[in-house]
């Protein structure tokens, strides 16, 4: 992975200092914010197996490989926005967040996932689909001009 490569998951960082080492298998996720993040780029980068083994093995499914890659395919990532992250346990966490996988504020995920720390590795567990979200005038538009919302795609 190159150094220069900005990571796919927003934080204006590259992607071999950001989500690249935590895809790789060179280090795990620190929270469930940063494994949710590195999920994320791993579907731009079409990293079924990173997807996989981040999901907990509870819900793991034998049709996971063919489900995700049908999900990779179709999509075509844009941008993803942190809407907040919660620790509801000493082990357990939320993040709400809103990926835009399309051309218009419309082709968006917006969800809230839950995810689990076992032995030391934070897995997501599942999430709940939410109505999709429209940005506030002065949050940064989600096509990542990193114009406001409002001079941009508002």
């Known amino acids: 992975m190159m150094q ?4 796919h998951c927003g934080s204006q960082s590259s ?4 989500c690249g080492p935590l895809i790789s298998g060179e280090r795990v996720a620190a929270n469930p914010e940063q494994l949710m993040r590195s999920r994320y780029s791993a579907f731009c980068m079409g990293q079924a197996n990173y997807l996989i083994e981040t999901h907990h093995p509870s819900q793991r499914r034998d049709d996971d490989m063919q489900s995700l890659q ?3 395919d179709a999509n075509n990532w844009q941008g993803l926005q942190v809407v907040s992250t919660q620790m509801t346990g000493l082990a357990e966490g939320d993040v709400e967040f809103v990926a835009y996988c399309g051309d218009s504020l419309e082709d ?5 996932s839950r995810f689990v720390k076992e032995n ?3 897995y997501y567990l599942d999430g709940e689909i939410l109505s ?3 940005p506030g005038r ?3 538009c989600w096509c990542g001009s990193t114009r406001k919302f409002k001079r941009c795609h508002g």
């Open 132 to 134: 999709p979200r429209t």
């Open 70 to 72: 049908t999900t990779i």
């Open 108 to 112: 968006q995920l917006h969800e809230r």
């Open 120 to 122: 030391g590795q934070w």
């Open 4 to 7: 220069s490569v900005n990571c």
């Open 138 to 140: 002065n949050e940064p």
């Open 15 to 18: 992607l071999a200092l950001c």
